[in-house]
Structures are given as C-alpha cells and as structure tokens.
C-alpha cells in the first residue's frame, strides 16, 4: 500500500503526454481532445486530466493526467476503445512523447 500526501497515494501514476501540433492545426486538435477528454472521464481509475496550451510560439500542447493505479492507465491505454479515439490524432500533430511517473514529493505554496 502506498504513503499518502495531500489526498495523493503513492501508487497513483501521473501522466505527461506532449503533442506538437501542427501549424493551423489548433481547431481540429481541440476538437478531437474534446472527445478524448470525454471518453477518459468516464473510465475507471481517472482521476482528473488538464490540457495546457503553449504561451509561446512552440505549437507543444502539453496533456497531463492522473490515475488511481498504473494498471488503470495501461488498461485505459491498451483498450481498442483508445486506439480508435487517437488514431486521427495524427493528422493534427508531427510529434509526440509520453511520460509516467509516480509523484515522490510535492511541494505545495503556504497561504499567508
């Protein structure tokens, strides 16, 4: 069994998935993660998910998510369901790269 920290148990698998998309993209991009974002909600063992948009002229979106277990993620992942729902994806980027982690440590701000 994991240590919990602030409601976070170490067993919980973070997700960082950055997509780069392509010049004049944006729209369909936006379109498609809205259907992603709807599916992945109602799967079991997520969490919560967050879409970050570029500040600067990169065009990398970053999408993070968080799951209750590995195994949830990898079986959301794996399913045919995922397959289908990301697979026209690619006509809206040029790369991508994904990353997960569990969270060690976390430090969060002091109100005053």
């Known amino acids: 069994m994991g240590t919990e920290q602030k ?9 960082v998935f950055t997509v780069r998309v392509i010049e004049g993209g944006e729209q369909g991009f936006l379109k ?19 879409l970050g948009e570029p500040v600067d002229d990169s065009r990398q979106w970053v999408i993070t998510s968080e799951w209750e277990t590995p195994e949830h993620f ?6 045919e369901e995922h397959r289908a729902l990301v697979a026209p994806l690619r006509q809206w980027v040029d790369s991508t790269q994904s990353l997960r982690f569990r969270v060690v440590k976390e430090t969060v701000g002091v109100s005053s």
């Open 7 to 15: 409601g976070r148990s170490a067993e919980n698998l973070s997700v």
């Open 32 to 50: 498609l993660y809205d259907q992603i974002r709807k599916s992945v909600a109602r799967t079991p063992g997520h969490i919560v998910e967050r």
């Open 74 to 79: 990898f079986a959301w992942q794996q399913s």
